[in-house]
């Protein structure tokens, strides 16, 4: 009797023990994630953190329109030692938005602004900078603004002189800055009076026109150019004659 008691409490543990063994298998021991070893490195070869200073300039901060002008940003550092290192985001914000990520080169970073920004509008440019990962520097950003008004034109036209029968021509150039566009109004005066006019579109920032047949004597040949939205008006003239 006794002896079948024991095999049974031998029996009994050896069962309980498959069950713990198994339970142990079945379920694995939670463990916290460890902190990222790249980020464990940068602490201890950057214990500490220097903050930076940015700012940021124009070549003018009033141009007309087509005028070439560069945005440059200087990155500091509060103590002193080497210039810091990583990138600069220029962005601009008006009429027209737009960004460029330019590197930083021995403190500085530059990037030319679009020469076709519309004109009669202020611009906002933000320079942002990102040192590198694993860095001691600190983000910084500086701001200025930039206006565009409309660029100054030269209008001149050229009328040559002719014979009775044939007709007056007027040769036109609008020049600036960059092509203007618009129209022009070419009116034909004799002694002061107007005998013809008409208005022309530019083409590539030219244009011409033809008069009809006059009487002979001294003519002279007005231009105006006038204007557009990125460009100013300007005037011309020449002067001609219609030989017998």
Do not use: E, H
Not at 120 to 149: E, L
Not at 205 to 218: D, E, I
Request: aromatic residues 8%; contains cysteine; positive net charge.
């Amino acid at each position: 009797m006794f002896k079948k008691v024991l095999l049974r409490s031998v029996a009994g543990a050896t069962a309980l023990g498959s069950m713990l063994a198994v339970s142990l298998v079945a379920t694995p021991a939670v463990v916290t994630s460890a902190p990222d070893i790249r980020n464990v490195a940068c602490s201890l070869q950057y214990p500490g953190s220097v903050s930076t200073n940015t700012t940021v300039a124009t070549t003018r901060g009033v141009a007309g329109y087509g005028a070439a002008t560069t945005a440059t940003a200087t990155v500091t550092r509060d103590d002193a030692g080497r210039n810091p290192r990583g990138t600069v985001r220029f962005v601009l914000r008006g009429a027209v938005n737009k960004t460029w990520t330019v590197r930083v080169r021995q403190g500085r970073a530059s990037v030319t602004l679009p020469r076709t920004l519309p004109a009669r509008n202020t611009y906002r440019v933000t320079a942002y900078y990102f040192p590198p990962s694993c860095s001691i520097f600190k983000r910084s950003d500086g701001t200025t603004y930039y206006t565009v008004y409309k660029a100054g034109t030269r209008t001149r036209v050229s009328a040559p002189n002719i014979r009775r029968y044939q007709k007056p021509t007027a040769n036109v150039v609008v020049r600036s800055t960059l092509t203007p566009r618009g129209k022009v109004r070419i009116v034909l005066v004799r002694k002061g009076n107007q005998v013809a006019a008409q208005t022309k579109r530019l083409r590539g920032g030219r244009t011409s026109a033809t008069f009809r047949k006059v009487r002979p004597g001294y003519y002279k040949m007005k231009v105006r150019y006038l204007g557009a939205k990125n460009f100013r008006p300007s005037s011309g003239a020449d002067g001609f004659r219609v030989r017998r």
